[in-house]
Structures are given as C-alpha cells and as structure tokens.
C-alpha cells in the first residue's frame, strides 16, 4: 500500500508491505473516495479489516485528580 501526503511544502510517502496476508480493502467503493479515521487507517495498515466487530470503544483522554 503507498500512500501519497501533501505536507505544506512537499509530499510524504508512505509504503507498506504485509509480510503474510493481504490488505482487506472495501470491495464497496463505487461513490468514490473513500473517507476512514485514522483508527481505521491503522487497522488497515495492520492487515485487518475496516469493520470491526469486536473492536474496543474508542477511548477519550481525561485528567483524573
């Protein structure tokens, strides 16, 4: 997978390569671009899948006195 980033001055690329398995892309992208979190980039960079059943609920940062 490569991706491509615009950063102020120039691009960034990214590549990265499974070393087993194969990335589990969408198959339902005909409304074009695709839009994901970065919660999501991360579980597609790591070889699972988008739609996770069993994921942990997103957790917000909080200060606990």
Same mark, same amino acid.
């Given at each position: 997978?490569k991706?491509?980033? =615009?950063?102020?001055?120039?691009f =960034?690329? %990214? %590549? ?8 589990? =892309? ?7 671009p ?8 991360? =579980? ?22």
């Open positions: 997978m991706i491509l980033q =615009w950063d102020h001055n120039g =960034w690329l %990214y %590549y990265r390569r499974l070393e087993r398995g194969n990335f589990h =892309w969408p198959s339902d992208n005909n409304s074009g695709l839009k994901i979190s970065p919660r999501q980039l991360r =579980w597609l960079l790591d070889g699972l899948s988008l739609e996770q059943k069993q994921a942990h609920p997103v957790v917000t940062a909080r200060t606990v006195i």
